[in-house]
């Protein structure tokens, strides 16, 4: 059973910092495409960063360099680095997997969600 768990969602002000971390089971890294995507109230949900298991690297326009995703294939662990945050960064964050397409951060290539963890940031 394929399970991602994200953790690190808070309540920041703006210019702050968060580290989301998923915990990825019942899944091959090697074979994996991971991504973070975000979901706003009344908005779609959006595709944040993705990486592949060659550790090629895509982020959303908006990161703007913002943001850094990285994965621990020991651990079998994506995390995603956010600095400074912006309010409209608030948003439902959660961790997602597929294959290699997913680099491409569709939602219509996501295999596997996560249940999502909240990131507030407050002006």
């Known amino acids: 059973v394929v399970q991602l768990v994200e953790s690190g969602g808070a309540s920041v002000q703006s210019g702050g910092s968060l580290r989301l971390s998923c915990a990825v089971s019942?899944?091959?890294?090697?074979?994996?495409?991971l991504a973070w995507f975000r979901q706003a109230p009344g908005k779609e949900r959006e595709g944040v960063a993705g990486?592949?298991?060659?550790?090629?690297?895509r982020y959303g326009d908006y990161v703007q360099g913002r943001f850094t995703i990285s994965q621990d294939k020991y651990k079998n662990t994506l995390y995603l680095q956010m600095n400074s945050l912006k309010p409209e960064d608030t948003a439902m964050y959660y961790c997602?997997?597929?294959?290699?397409?997913?680099?491409?951060?569709?939602?219509?290539?996501?295999?596997?969600w996560g249940q999502g963890t909240q990131v507030t940031v407050s002006s």
């Open positions: 997602a997997a597929g294959g290699s397409f997913l680099l491409a951060l569709l939602t219509s290539d996501v295999n596997y």
């Open positions: 019942g899944y091959t890294f090697s074979k994996a495409c």
């Open positions: 990486i592949d298991s060659d550790g090629a690297i």
